[in-house]
């Protein structure tokens, strides 16, 4: 992702649908987000973060992003999501999953992707589960929204278990 797709990020991040399900942090200004992404620099072994765009205009409509690598253990974090709402549904992040997973395993020799996911988060759920993923535990209220108390899934992938 470039520097000068920080407005969508930002914009992304201040729709309450898109982060419904998402650990949203401090509320931060397009100023900061600017910032961030000049900042970031390249991607890394360690946090390699990609945009996803629309195969039909190559608009930007979400990012994929592998972190916390370390060739030690050969496991990263995966996270995803689109925030261009009207793409939602169409498989966009389905093909993003597999595609990541696909360069974390091939490219960066990954052994495991694990994610976690809010148990109510069902369309994200059944995404993960397409590409292969598998429910490994559960972490009880650890997500909070809207006054509510909700429990999160950890899931993972091996290498090989690919679909």
Aim: with cysteine; hydrophobic share 35%.
């Amino acid at each position: 992702m470039e520097p000068s797709e920080a407005d969508a990020l930002w914009r992304w991040n201040h729709d309450p649908e898109v982060i419904r399900w998402m650990s949203d942090g401090y509320p931060q200004s397009l100023a900061q987000v600017r910032t961030w992404m000049e900042e970031r620099g390249r991607s890394t072994y360690g946090d390699a973060l990609f945009g996803i765009e629309a195969t039909d205009d190559a608009r930007l409509i979400g990012l994929v992003r592998l972190r916390g690598a370390e060739p030690e253990t050969g496991c990263a974090e995966l996270d995803v999501y689109l925030g261009e709402k009207e793409y939602w549904g169409r498989g966009f992040a389905t093909d993003a999953m597999r595609t990541a997973c696909r360069y974390g395993f091939e490219d960066m020799r990954l052994h495991k992707i694990t994610l976690t996911v809010v148990t109510e988060n069902h369309a994200a759920r059944r995404v993960y589960e397409k590409v292969g993923f598998v429910t490994e535990g559960r972490l009880r209220q650890v997500f909070r929204r809207d006054g509510r108390w909700y429990d999160m899934f950890t899931m993972g992938l091996l290498e090989g278990e690919l679909r």
